[in-house]
């Protein structure tokens, strides 16, 4: 196990709503980064946040916005869902601010907008 | 810009003979590279880095990469496979730093193992 965990494990929402899923860093852990992950396909990286401050985001709408807060647990909203939003939504968290550390990653929590 | 390509989707090996799984890349910085494995149900896992070290890296399970800047590669290697290596396997690519760049995760290989 990693020690990053995600809440909930499974969410279904209506079209239109907003959802809030939530990530618990691995212990020492001051960075963590979202992805969202399609049926057959790879992560897409989403954002990251190191030290409550974002500081990389990847090609999302701004109805994709995320909070670090200062225990490093992280939260991602997403406003106005769409259909397209359904996925599977992982976080990871890393320790420090190089993009080219390892990150640990909990096991998502899948999304489905009905 | 940077960007990843994994030339297989899909790999069956027998139990016990080798595996390539073969990612190209392209990267206007000094890329860091990163193989990831992912289990059913199971959060993703590293299964080796290359950050401007040893060209060759080894990783956990007797997984190994070579690292070619001439040929923009980072093939996956493991000389016996084993059934417990089933799973899906994502290369990434990312710069060391700059909030510009992305970390970039292709779009996957899954790997069966055959008895």
């Known amino acids: 196990e990693t020690g990053v965990t995600q809440s909930p494990t499974h969410l279904i929402k209506t079209r239109g709503q907003q959802v809030t899923l939530r990530c618990s860093s691995q212990s020492g852990h001051n960075t963590v980064s979202w992805y969202q992950q399609a049926l057959g396909q790879g992560p897409q990286f989403i954002f990251q946040?190191?030290?409550?401050?974002?500081?990389g985001r990847g090609n999302f709408p701004p109805r994709f916005s995320g909070l670090q807060f200062p225990n490093y647990s992280s939260e991602l909203n997403v406003n106005a869902l769409e259909l397209d939003d359904s996925a599977l939504y992982l976080c990871?968290?890393?320790?420090?601010?190089?993009?080219?550390?390892?990150?640990?990653f909990g096991q998502g929590t899948r999304l489905t907008v009905v | 810009a940077q960007s990843v390509t994994q030339l297989d989707s899909h790999v069956s090996v027998s139990e016990g003979t080798p595996v390539l799984l073969r990612c190209n890349y392209s990267?206007?910085?000094?890329?860091?590279l990163f193989w990831y494995v992912q289990h059913p149900n199971k959060g993703l896992q590293l299964l080796l880095k290359y950050t401007s070290a040893a060209t060759l890296v080894k990783g956990i399970n007797g997984f190994e990469a070579e690292f070619k800047k001439s040929e923009t590669s980072f093939h996956l290697t493991k000389p016996s496979a084993h059934m417990s290596d089933a799973a899906e396997y994502f290369c990434?690519?990312?710069?060391?730093?700059?909030?510009?760049?992305?970390?970039?995760f292709g779009s996957g290989t899954r790997l069966s193992i055959r008895p």
């Open positions: 990871a968290s890393s320790l420090g601010d190089r993009w080219d550390t390892e990150a640990f």
């Open positions: 990267s206007s910085y000094s890329p860091s």
């Open positions: 990434v690519v990312s710069a060391t730093y700059s909030s510009a760049s992305k970390i970039i």
């Open positions: 946040y190191y030290r409550e401050e974002e500081n």
